[in-house]
C-alpha cells in the first residue's frame, strides 16, 4: 500500500488551525500579495487562491468591505464582486483548461461558512472524475501542483 504524507494539512483538518473572523480583512489590507496568493484588486473586491483547495485552482472572491450578506452590498459592490468572478473563471479557463466550474457562497456558519461576516465567492475549476477514491473514502485530496505554480500560472493570464 502507497501512503500520500500531506502534513501541512494537519493543523486545518484537526481544527488546530480555522480561519480567524478577520481574515479577508487582514489579506485585503496586506500589501504583499504574492504572500496570500492574492490574484486581483479591483476597486471593491480582491481575489486570493484557497490555501486549502478542494481543487488545483479554487480560488475567491471577496468584496473589501466586510458583510454578511448579497444585500449588503451596494449595487456597484455587487457588480464589481461580479465582474472580477467572471474574470477569475475565464482565467481559470486559459490557464488550467477545466470542463466545468463549481461557483458557491455559504451564507451563515448553518450554510457552512468558514468566515461567515464576510462573504466570498468560491470558484472552483472541475474536471471529470476529479473527486477520486482517496477524496471520497480518505478525506484526502490530491493536488497536481502546487499553490505557488498556479498563482504564477494565474497572474500571467491576468496581466
Not at 488551525?17 to 476597486?43: C, G, M, N, Y
Not at 471593491?44 to 486549502?52: K, M, T
Not at 451564507?107 to 473527486?131: E, F, I, K, T
Amino acid at each position: 500500500m502507497e501512503h500520500l504524507w500531506a502534513p501541512w494539512r494537519n493543523r486545518y483538518v484537526t481544527g488546530a488551525e480555522k480561519p480567524s473572523e478577520d481574515l479577508f480583512r487582514k489579506i485585503a489590507q496586506s500589501s504583499d500579495d504574492a504572500a496570500h496568493f492574492v490574484l486581483a484588486r479591483t476597486k471593491a473586491s480582491f481575489a486570493v487562491l484557497n490555501r486549502y483547495p478542494y481543487n488545483l485552482g479554487h480560488l475567491m472572491v471577496c468584496p473589501y468591505r466586510e458583510v454578511s450578506d448579497l444585500a449588503a452590498l451596494s449595487a456597484q459592490e455587487s457588480a464589481d464582486l461580479w465582474t472580477l468572478v467572471n474574470r477569475m473563471v475565464a482565467a481559470l479557463k486559459t490557464t488550467m483548461n477545466p470542463e466545468g466550474f463549481n461557483l458557491g457562497i455559504n451564507l451563515g456558519s448553518a450554510a457552512g461558512a468558514g468566515v461567515p461576516l464576510h462573504l466570498h465567492v468560491h470558484v472552483v475549476p472541475r474536471w471529470p472524475n476529479d473527486a477520486n477514491f482517496l477524496t471520497t473514502t480518505g478525506t484526502t485530496r490530491i493536488h497536481p501542483g502546487d499553490l505557488p505554480s498556479v498563482y504564477a500560472k494565474l497572474l500571467e493570464a491576468l496581466t
